[in-house]
């Protein structure tokens, strides 16, 4: 059976795309940042006996270890998806935001992808040639903020532009062994993160900044990694997809 690792699964966009994965007939290995019996109560009902819970903080390199080992013992990754991501603990303009806060987004949003996305691939190369039907791909989750601004969060932009580095990096890198590596950059998302600006969003939307005049969802993005998982683009291997509305466009 296929089998995916979801980063950062247990709300929002991450337990979006678990649960798209597990309808396309994936097994998921689903985490949280920390072991709660409500969150494992709830992924055994949406997902039952096809799941595996792996609770860690994604910047510690036994929970890397831990989802890895996991999949060793199904035997086949066939999807890594790089989803966990944190705003700041505090929107602090650049010009006062403090080291502690830099240091846990960027160990966060971007060390963490960097060094799964490693583990993963070597995994992946390993099992090359020897596991019937596998064809393994990695998407990484990333954000209009790797290019739009934001100077109360520099933080979180600095670590979104690092992801899509690390896209193209690995895209480079695995390119040789046929496993694509894709970006899908979600726009204006409802999720618990935008929760605490909705007003202004809703704004923002209304007004029409992005084209389609709506929130995103967490469906818009599992939908696109399950197209993506599917094998029809891999032939564009390193490319971003954007999710968002319409707002990449530049417009007069």
Known sequence: MKTAIITGSSRGIGLGIAKKLFEDGYFVIVTSSSYREETEKCFSELFGDRHAYVPGDIK????????????????????????????????????????????LVMDTNLKSVFFLTQMCANFMVEMLGRVVDF????????????????????????????VSMVTTLFADRLAEYNIPVFEVRPGIIATDMTGKVKEKYDKLIAEGITPIKRWGTPEDIAGMVSSLASGNFDFGTGTVFNADGGFHMRRL
Not at 68 to 92: Q, T
Not at 143 to 153: E, V
């Open 60 to 103: 510690e390199r036994s929970t890397w270890e831990a989802l890895v080992g996991c999949a060793k013992k199904l035997g086949r990754l066939d999807l890594l998806v790089n989803n966990a991501g944190i705003a700041p603990p505090v929107r602090n303009d650049i010009l006062v935001a403090t080291e502690e806060s830099y240091d």
């Open 135 to 162: 064809c393994p791909r990695i998407v990484n989750i990333g954000s209009m903020s790797a290019y739009t601004s934001s100077t109360s969060r520099g933080e979180y932009c600095i670590s979104k532009a690092g």
